[in-house]
């Protein structure tokens, strides 16, 4: 079946401007992750979505980073006044709510922002 | 200091090799273990994830954690070139934060024909 898809695979975009990223999850998957990874770097965690609620955003670094989940699936993530050190590659992953399966992630391609 | 510290590598070997990668925490809360693989400009792919203390085999790839001493480590038995890219550990809590995970930086491993 179809994997986690993510758009637009590539973005460039002007210091200060908004963007917005978009993952659409596996069919199924209720549970729905943010990462950000920086050159050479591992992934850092942003937000959880558990169905359309986030009970976890300790991971977005400012109040510029904000994201949402509509209808249990597709999610946004908007990064409001682009600064140079947002140029990461966003990644989004998808799992089975069951406790067993949370841990199961499976990614998307990510969105690979550049802010020049 | 990282909560999760992964030998940075590079690594290359020639094909056929038996390939040791490590990370080691500090936090004693970790309780499950992931080996991802990424190759470029992919998304992290799931190789093998873990629970408890002990060796788990999955064809030529075997995990291994040690909670004792909070390393964990995954080996690759006859290495193909097919299995060169970016190998991530990683760690969640059990019941906080479900599913939230913590990172190393990454090994990169180069198999050469």
């Known amino acids: 079946g179809a994997g986690v898809s993510q758009s637009p695979s590539n973005k460039v975009t002007e210091k200060g401007k908004d963007v917005e990223l978009r993952c659409d999850p596996i069919?199924?998957?209720?549970?729905l992750y943010w990462y950000r990874q920086s050159l050479g770097q591992g992934l850092e965690f942003l937000i959880y979505?558990?169905?359309?609620?986030?009970?976890?955003k300790s991971g977005l670094p400012s109040d510029r980073f904000s994201a949402e989940r509509t209808g249990g699936s597709v999610s946004t993530l908007t990064i409001q006044r682009t600064q140079q050190e947002d140029s990461a590659v966003y990644l989004c992953?998808?799992?089975?709510?069951?406790?067993?399966?949370?841990?199961?992630?499976?990614f998307g391609p990510g969105t690979r922002l550049t802010v020049t | 200091q990282k909560e999760v510290e992964q030998d940075p590598g590079p690594l290359s070997v020639p094909e056929g090799a038996i390939v040791s990668l490590n990370c080691t925490y500090s936090?004693?809360?970790?309780?499950?273990f992931m080996w991802y693989r990424q190759y470029s400009r992919k998304g992290p792919e799931l190789l093998m994830y873990?629970?408890?203390?002990g060796n788990k085999e999955d064809g030529r790839f075997t995990a291994q954690v040690d909670k004792s001493s909070k390393y964990i480590s995954l080996f690759i038995r006859d290495s193909q070139p097919s299995d060169s890219a970016t190998y991530l550990c990683?760690?969640?809590?059990?019941?906080?934060?479900?599913?939230?995970?913590?990172f190393g930086d990454g090994t990169t491993l180069t198999v050469k024909p």
């Open positions: 979505f558990q169905g359309n609620s986030a009970p976890d």
């Open positions: 069919s199924g998957h209720t549970a």
């Open positions: 936090n004693s809360a970790f309780q499950y």
């Open positions: 992953a998808s799992s089975l709510a069951a406790a067993s399966q949370l841990y199961e992630q499976y």
């Open positions: 990683a760690m969640t809590r059990i019941n906080t934060n479900a599913g939230k995970s913590t």
């Open positions: 873990t629970y408890s203390s």
